[in-house]
């Protein structure tokens, strides 16, 4: 069964500064797809960004990026220049090949400080 | 841009009731999905929908739940006979095409209280 963990139940940064939230999965697949999506309070989850497991170049969405580490089942996401508006609940997601089965880790909550 | 509605925003009900959790997909969609999150703890899946057909279920999706697309528009969630444990946060989603593993469109959710 795959499982995702999240080690890092709340974070918080100070503004313009950059964090990185950490994720970890655990599967046998080969091919797969990583994703971290965004909850702001009250509001629906957005996605961030994503990753195939079969590319070997990190994801970068402008402010986001990833550091993928396939060996390690690794999947942390760094956030540059923190904004307010990134205050909200991060949660690494999984999903094999062949289903659209996706399997999310506990969140992380990250406040973003003036 | 578009977005998956679902209405309602939260719902109170007895145990033993059945509910229907309505969701509004993006329109080119094709590819429906119900999440849910119980307080406290992780969004886990429960079931995706293609072709008017359910795709892949979980283990927790079982006699007590279905699922429809009732007209071209609407996909919804019942519940026959809820239960206390049942009280959660239920996500609709929704992605475009055949590929799997498209990028997931998240609803707002329906906050459903059993009592």
């Known amino acids: 069964a795959q499982t995702v963990t999240q080690s890092q139940p709340e974070m918080s940064v100070q503004e313009a500064e950059t964090v990185t939230l950490s994720c970890t999965y655990d599967?046998?697949?080969?091919?797969?797809?990583l994703f971290w999506y965004k909850q702001p309070p009250s509001r629906q989850m957005i996605l961030v960004i994503r990753?195939?497991?079969?590319?070997?170049q990190n994801a970068t969405e402008n402010r986001f990026s990833v550091n993928f580490q396939k060996a390690a089942k690794s999947f942390s996401l760094k956030i540059s220049d923190s904004q307010l508006g990134d205050t909200a609940m991060y949660f690494c997601?999984?999903?094999?090949?062949?289903?659209?089965?996706?399997?999310f880790g506990a969140g992380t909550r990250l406040t973003v400080k003036p | 841009e578009p977005e998956v509605t679902q209405t309602p925003s939260h719902q109170v009900t007895q145990m033993g009731q059945e509910v229907i959790l309505r969701c509004v997909p993006i329109?080119?969609?094709?590819?429906f999905y119900w999440y849910r999150q119980i307080l406290g703890q992780k969004v886990e899946f429960l079931v995706s929908?293609?072709?008017?057909?359910?795709?892949?279920k979980s283990e927790i999706f079982d006699d007590q739940f279905s699922v429809e697309r009732p007209d071209g528009s609407n996909f919804t969630l019942k519940i026959r006979s809820t239960k206390l444990e049942d009280s959660a946060m239920y996500f609709c989603?929704?992605?475009?095409?055949?590929?799997?593993?498209?990028?997931?469109?998240f609803g707002p959710g329906t906050r459903l209280t059993v009592l």
């Open positions: 989603a929704s992605s475009e095409g055949e590929l799997r593993a498209d990028t997931q469109y």
């Open positions: 599967t046998s697949e080969n091919n797969y797809y």
């Open positions: 990753q195939e497991a079969y590319k070997q």
């Open positions: 997601a999984f999903m094999r090949n062949n289903n659209n089965d996706m399997r």
């Open positions: 329109s080119n969609h094709l590819y």
């Open positions: 929908f293609y072709n008017n057909e359910i795709s892949e």
